[in-house]
């Protein structure tokens, strides 16, 4: 399908601040005896950067970086052996991680939701959207905010007379592929007839693309009649607002802490290998229904004192690193999923 786009290059000194980027939170590399260097989802990174932050005051010696690139580019990077280890929304598949020869674990290190924020000034009340309604505004079907079935979610609701812009992602983005995987699960056409699942698909005529989480939340901002997803804390941070979901049962929920946690409980009892799959449209009356999970990949054998280092700061993110999850806005892990990710960190050498 040959799609035109407009492309947009955001950086963070416009509407968003720079940590989300790059957390680089250590004494000099060059005063360090370890010196550790992360890449990858942007979902994730401010919460990386807040355990960075917190582990490093401990660790005078230990240099800790994590630049947040996208998920797509930090899978590229730990595959080639360019970094130590890389922040994911998606796990490596099988095929991949077996041909890297130092071995791979991977663990999950937190979940979030994805939102669909969107700039409608003057809306007097919160828009309700079915979920066959935003997978066709998405697929570019529904194209104006007057379309007959948003009406039919928000009766009283001043919709404007605006055609829909849609936001998503430029860059190789785990959040494009957890929000497409969604779509797929929501409507089975999504794949064959649309833009199909994948960390970088074709968005309907005339979308704007940004880089990062925090390009989409700043061209929402700045664009009226606009939509696009974005994980929660991003929107939250921008004062935008989000769109009340239609969920698997039928019911329309906001994104809580509460309904995030009742998205994962049904995932909260499968192996860390399914854990992927089992959030993709989660049941129950109070679920959210676009969460996902947030990923660690590390190598299974690291030189000198490097694996100790990696397992002290993954272990803190594990235990009091959840501490931090809700006031950024994501969703601490279950209890049974936190032991998966213990288990799985052992096997570091």
């Known amino acids: 399908m040959n799609i035109r786009v407009k492309t947009i290059a ?6 968003f601040f720079a940590g989300a980027l790059v957390a680089n939170i250590s004494a000099p590399a060059m005063a ?14 401010p919460l990386y950067e807040a355990w960075i932050n917190s582990f490093v005051k401990s660790q005078p010696d230990v240099s800790l970086r994590y ?6 580019e930090g899978l590229a990077r730990f595959i080639a052996g360019a970094v130590d280890f890389a922040g994911s ?3 490596l598949p099988a095929a991949e991680a077996e041909k890297i020869k130092r071995g791979v674990i991977q663990l999950p290190s937190t979940a979030g939701m994805i939102v669909l924020a969107y700039n409608l000034p003057g809306l007097q009340g919160a828009l309700k959207l079915p979920q066959d309604v935003y997978v066709d505004i998405f697929s570019g079907k529904i194209t104006s905010w007057r379309d007959p079935r948003i009406a039919a979610a928000n009766p009283g609701l001043n ?95 906001t994104a809580t802490a509460e309904t995030g946690a009742a998205a994962l409980a049904s995932s909260a009892e499968v192996g860390i290998g399914a854990l992927d799959k089992a959030t993709t449209n989660p049941a129950g009356k109070e679920a959210y229904p676009i969460v996902t999970y947030s990923w660690l990949l590390l190598y299974r054998s690291y030189p000198g004192d490097e694996a100790r280092i990696l397992a002290s700061f993954v272990g803190f993110g594990l235990d009091k690193g959840q501490g ?19 288990t799985a960190v052992s096997k570091l050498q």
């Open 67 to 72: 630049e947040a690139v996208g998920s797509g």
């Open 159 to 253: 919709l404007p007379s605006a055609d829909i812009t849609v936001v998503g992602r430029q860059d190789s983005s785990g959040t494009t592929y957890a929000f497409t995987s969604h779509l797929a699960a929501v409507n089975k056409n999504w794949s064959p007839t649309g833009s199909g699942v994948g960390k970088i698909v074709s968005w309907p005529h005339g979308a704007m693309l940004a880089r990062g989480n925090e390009g989409v939340a700043s061209r929402i901002k700045i664009s009226v009649g606009s939509i696009g997803y974005v994980e929660y804390g991003f929107a939250h941070r921008l004062g935008l607002p989000m769109a009340s979901l239609q969920n698997k049962d039928g019911d329309f929920v």
């Open 89 to 91: 929304d998606l796990p």
């Open 324 to 342: 931090y999850a809700a006031d950024l806005g994501y969703i601490a892990l279950p209890r049974n999923v936190v032991e998966l990710a213990k």
């Open 32 to 45: 360090a005896a370890v010196d550790l260097h992360g890449a990858g989802s942007t979902f994730a990174a």
């Open 10 to 15: 955001l950086t963070a000194a416009g509407v």
